[in-house]
C-alpha cells in the first residue's frame, strides 16, 4: 500500500531471478478535465490509458522481460469517491500462448529475438506465478 498525489513508485520483480524493476503508476485526477493514467517501467511508458472517466477499470498486457504481464486497474474511487479514494492495480504473469503473441505488434522485429515459440517454451519453465496487489490511496 502506498499513498500520493500524482505518482506512485514501487519495486517489482516479475521472476525468478529476473531484473528488479522500477515501476511508476501516474494519474493526475487533480484540476484535469481529463485525467490519464500512466504506467511507466524503467522509466519507460509501457501503457496509457486517456479517457479515464469512462475506462476506470480495466486491463492491458504489457511486455516486460519477455514475460507478458497483465495489468488490472480500479480506480473508481480514486475518480469518484472522497479526497482519500482509493485505487486498485493488479500485476500478475500470464503464460497463455495468446497472451504472449498479442501482447505486441508483428511489424516490430527488435521484440522477438527469439522465436515466438522459443519464447513460450522458456517462459514456461521459469515456473511463472507471479502477482503484485497494489492498493494505493491519494490524498489531497
Not at 57 to 73: M, P, S, Y
Not at 79 to 84: C, K, N, R
Request: charged share 20%.
Amino acid at each position: 500500500m502506498f499513498t500520493g498525489k500524482k505518482a506512485f513508485c514501487t519495486k517489482a520483480q516479475f521472476c525468478d531471478n529476473g531484473q528488479i524493476h522500477d515501476l511508476v503508476i501516474e494519474c493526475d485526477t487533480i484540476g484535469v478535465s481529463d485525467p490519464c493514467l500512466l504506467l511507466r517501467v524503467d522509466c519507460k511508458t509501457v501503457m496509457q490509458v486517456k479517457q479515464l472517466q469512462w475506462k476506470f477499470r480495466g486491463n492491458h498486457t504489457i511486455l516486460v522481460d519477455g514475460l507478458a504481464i497483465e495489468l488490472f486497474w480500479d480506480v473508481h474511487n480514486w475518480l469518484f469517491g472522497t479526497s482519500v479514494g482509493n485505487a486498485v492495480f493488479m500485476f500478475k504473469t500470464c503464460s497463455s500462448a495468446e497472451k504472449l503473441w498479442a501482447s505486441q505488434p508483428l511489424s516490430d522485429p527488435s521484440v522477438y529475438p527469439l522465436s515466438f515459440s522459443q519464447r513460450f517454451v522458456d517462459s514456461r519453465s521459469q515456473n511463472l506465478g507471479f502477482s503484485l496487489i497494489l492498493n494505493a490511496w491519494k490524498h489531497e
